[in-house]
């Protein structure tokens, strides 16, 4: 087992890795990004940052200690995207004495965290060997030598027979939707030079989700499913469900357009009936959740101010802590959405509202916590640990390879 250099590297603060490694393949100057952030106060997104790593038990006032202790420091602003180590020092030498003793320990505890937090989320508006330098100097008044920290648990991967991820799976809404669309999608459907369903089409593949919606002429839809929602369609993006599957299907490539016409590739819509297929079936619905996961935790797909709000790192964490242990406290999520949110809180209210969206697919179960079915480990393995770098322990070895659908009998 290799030794880590810092604990910025445990698992504590790691899991949105690649969502924050595909974030920066966004960013063509990271020195224009930290300009675009110059004078922002990112305490709402630290706040943010702690508690979707959990590394310090959150007690409510971790930002009036930061902010107070940046005071004496002398910052213009409660959130500087940089510190300088003989400052820190001198500060910590003539503020630490003033706070309670039992105290001491968080202030150095949430000031390394700080320092972690600007580097993953790209704020540090210094050197990286100034940032290690502010950082071997708290972890030394912490006591603790970076050859001390060692490497965490692997993530578990739990192994479940095929049978029983097919039972779980097809239980999901997403697999009932998933069937429905690809039924009343047939072998072609005409499209736009977008690549978008027509307007003409928009009603019945809206019917096909389980959604009511009006196109442009608020023609009523004659349909004998339960209708959950109304809404007047001017194009298929306007049904935020009916885009999301069309988008997660075209990324598996279950559909496929070719010019002005989208075609069914393979057949996937016989997987639903066809006994023998039972393995084809689980590797479609859990890739089709892996792609409407990628669609809130990967920049590339999700689109509009939640590329700049944090979003998707935000969501790729709470997602594997949702793998574990008891899950990512609904409360915790939920205390840092104020009533009127402002700019900086939008990372959260998307992460809020992706969560909800992946909920009601049955992709994560919410409850007093944020849950991911065992179904859908290996998915969240596969997406952000191992694309990490971080260890993944899986339970039946075979599941290390993508399409291996779990044993049979």
């Keep these: 087992m290799s030794k880590k250099k810092k604990p910025s590297t445990s698992r504590a603060s790691k899991p949105g890795h ?38 310090i038990p959150p007690t409510g006032r971790e930002l009036p200690v930061l902010s107070e202790f940046m005071k004496h420091y002398g910052a213009p602003g409660p959130t500087p995207a940089v510190l300088e180590t003989h400052k820190v020092a001198a500060t910590l030498e003539a503020h630490l004495p003033t706070v309670p003793a039992d105290d001491s320990t968080f202030v150095l505890q949430l000031l390394l965290r700080y320092v972690e937090f600007l580097e993953d989320a790209h704020h540090w508006g210094g050197t990286e060997l100034q940032s290690d330098s502010v950082q071997q100097l708290l972890l030394t008044l912490l006591n603790v030598g970076p ?20 039972s779980v799976l097809v239980a999901m809404p997403l697999a009932r939707r998933t069937h429905g669309f690809l039924h009343w999608f047939g072998s072609q459907r005409d499209v736009t030079e977008s690549g978008r369903l027509t307007s003409q089409d928009i009603e019945a593949a809206a019917a096909a989700l389980d959604v009511a919606a009006l196109d442009v002429e608020g023609s009523p839809i004659e349909s004998s499913r339960e209708l959950t929602a109304e809404q007047r369609a001017m194009r298929a993006q306007d049904i935020p469900l009916a885009d999301l599957y069309w988008e997660s ?16 590739s393979g057949n996937a819509l016989s997987y639903f009936t066809n006994p023998d297929d039972a393995q084809a079936l689980v590797i479609l619905l859990r890739d089709v959740a892996l792609a409407m996961i990628r669609r809130f935790t990967n920049p590339e797909y999700a689109g509009g101010k939640a590329r700049l709000s944090g979003a998707e790192e935000i969501t790729a964490d709470i997602l594997v802590h949702a793998c574990l242990g008891d899950g990512f406290p609904v409360a915790d999520l939920a205390a840092w959405i104020p009533e009127d949110p402002s700019p900086q809180d939008m990372g959260m209210v998307h992460t809020l509202a992706a969560l909800n969206t992946l909920a009601a697919e049955g992709i994560v179960e919410i409850g007093t916590n944020y849950t991911v079915p065992p179904a859908l480990h290996k998915m969240i393995a596969f997406e952000f640990i191992e694309r990490a770098g971080e260890p993944v322990h899986y339970a039946d070895p075979k599941d290390i390879d993508p399409g291996y659908a779990g044993a049979s009998g």
């Design 249 to 264: 299907l075209l990324e598996i490539g279950a559909i496929e357009i070719h010019g002005s016409k989208a075609s069914a």
């Design 18 to 55: 690649p969502a924050r490694a595909s974030a920066s393949k966004n960013i063509v100057s990271i020195d224009a990004f930290r300009s675009r952030a110059a004078g922002q106060d990112l305490s709402a997104e630290f706040a943010a940052w702690l508690h979707t790593r959990m590394v």
């Design 147 to 166: 050859e001390t920290v060692g490497d965490e648990a692997p993530f578990e991967v739990p192994a479940i027979p095929r049978e029983e991820l097919l």
